[in-house]
């Protein structure tokens, strides 16, 4: 099946920075990749989708100055926390469709985000 | 919108035994996705089973089969020969089938733990 590679794991860094989460497909390409944040226990929540060569579509409540997106090639997405602070601190998911079953939505192992 | 309701938060089972978790869910389309991911404590999301709704036959994988009842929406996952593997978060999923790019809808999640 495709694989789809999340970078970093886990990061813990001070208020006030901007972190940078990678997520790209390994063996195919997506134009498209979603971005979700999943706090303990709960579901997970989409955030955003990334669309190669446009704007990100945000979904609603999203902050897109906070949350930056960027698909710049057709295998990478970043997402940006920008100013991060405490309450930004979650586990953070993308997933990207599949070239041949694009009905089915794979995902990276997801990045654990704590903003001390 | 579409929703996807899961009702049950949590549910335990004896190892080798079966147990059915339930979902339902609510669209006013013909033509859809459904789903169901596992979340092991690595919280790496896995893809369990998957429904096209315009087959009438239940999917089946080795132990795991679903109760598809497209009039009812109602979409439950069987687990048959419980193993302790199977302790997980289970999220049933839905998905239009309009575009090739279209975003997951998630239930809550239902925490399954496994006894020995």
């Known amino acids: 099946g495709a694989v789809v590679s999340q970078h970093p794991s886990r990061v813990i860094c001070k208020s006030g920075t901007s972190v940078k989460i990678e997520c790209r497909s390994l063996d195919f390409q997506a134009t498209t990749m979603f971005w979700y944040r999943q706090f303990p226990k709960k579901s997970l929540m989409l955030m955003a989708t990334?669309?190669?060569?446009?704007?990100?579509?945000?979904e609603q409540g999203v902050e897109k100055d906070k949350f930056l997106i960027n698909h710049a090639s057709l295998t990478l997405s970043t997402l940006t926390v920008t100013s991060a602070h405490p309450e930004d601190s979650s586990f953070y998911i993308c997933s990207a469709p599949g070239m041949v079953a694009k009905n089915i939505q794979y995902f990276g192992a997801g990045t654990r985000l704590s903003v001390l | 919108a579409q929703t996807v309701t899961q009702s049950q938060p949590e549910m335990s089972v004896q190892e080798a035994e079966t147990v059915t978790l339930s979902c339902t869910y609510d669209t006013s389309e013909s033509d859809y996705y459904l789903f169901w991911y596992k979340q092991p404590p690595s919280r790496q999301m896995i893809l369990v089973i998957r429904?096209?709704?315009?087959?009438?036959q239940n999917a089946t994988e080795n132990r795991f089969s679903v109760n598809f009842q497209k009039a009812a929406k109602s979409f439950s996952l069987k687990i048959s020969d419980s193993q302790l593997g199977d302790a997980a978060m289970y999220f049933c999923?839905?998905?239009?089938?309009?575009?090739?790019?279209?975003?997951?809808?998630f239930g809550k999640g239902i925490t399954l733990s496994v006894r020995p």
């Open positions: 990334s669309n190669e060569g446009s704007k990100a579509t945000y």
């Open positions: 999923a839905y998905r239009s089938s309009k575009g090739p790019n279209s975003k997951l809808t």
């Open positions: 429904q096209e709704a315009y087959k009438q």
